[in-house]
Structures are given as C-alpha cells and as structure tokens.
C-alpha cells in the first residue's frame, strides 16, 4: 500500500495537532497501522497502533507515555488513519511516520515487522 502523512507543525506545549495518513493501493490482508515517531539522534519509535479491520478501541495499542493524550483512530470509507494528539510535550518533537503491515505474530511496537511507510511529517513542540 501506498501511505501519505500530513498534519504536523509547530505548536506550543499544551496544544494539539492531529495527523492524517492517506491510504491507498492494495489493502488486502492488511492488518495492522500504526504510528511511529524519531527524534534527532534517536531510533524510529512506536507510538500507537490500531487493528485495519478493527476501529474499535479493543485494538488500539499506545506507548505508555502518550496514553491519554494521544488517539489513534480510523475512517474506513477515507481509507485514512489517524492521530490526535492533545497536552503536546516538547519531548514529542519529532518526526512522525504512519506505516502499516500484514498480519504476523511479531511485537507490534518493532518497526522491522511493518512492510510500507509513508514518508513522515514533522511535529515541534515548543516550549
């Protein structure tokens, strides 16, 4: 599939953005979407996950840091992902990926498992 993020910025902290991720091209047996962040000098990090074919809140997976602050949802008839961010931290500076894979038992947090990304959309936080 083909993936495009949008929506980042700059804001000050205590503020709110939400990124989007267009999704197109061949969905079949896709399975899970997710979002990603990486900091200068730091690795590509999980930040939040859904199920493709489940919406619901069961599916959803955060890191446990923006829990409460950030949600991870979908639109099925926009074939588009999802996050809002709300309470934005200086420390969640960084650049933000959507990325999306087929079904595998392996950690959903590993960056290694996702199969496309689209190319990612720079979110600042000041203070």
């Known amino acids: 599939v083909q993936l495009q993020a949008s929506g980042g910025g700059l804001v000050q902290a205590g503020g709110s953005l939400r990124l989007s991720c267009a999704v197109s091209?061949?969905?079949?047996?896709?399975?899970?979407m997710s979002w990603f962040r990486q900091a200068p000098g730091k690795e590509r990090s999980f930040v939040a996950g859904?199920?493709?074919?489940?919406?619901?809140?069961?599916?959803?997976q955060y890191l446990d840091s923006v829990k409460g602050r950030f949600t991870i949802s979908g639109d099925n008839a926009k074939n588009t992902l999802y996050l809002q961010m709300n309470a934005l931290k200086p420390e969640d500076t960084a650049v933000y990926y959507c990325?999306?894979?087929?079904?595998?038992?392996?950690?959903?947090?590993?960056?290694?498992?996702?199969?496309?990304w689209g190319r990612g959309t720079q979110v600042t936080v000041s203070s």
């Open positions: 990325a999306a894979r087929k079904k595998t038992f392996r950690s959903i947090e590993s960056s290694s498992t996702y199969d496309d």
């Open positions: 091209g061949r969905t079949y047996g896709l399975d899970r």
């Open positions: 859904i199920r493709w074919t489940d919406w619901s809140d069961g599916s959803t």
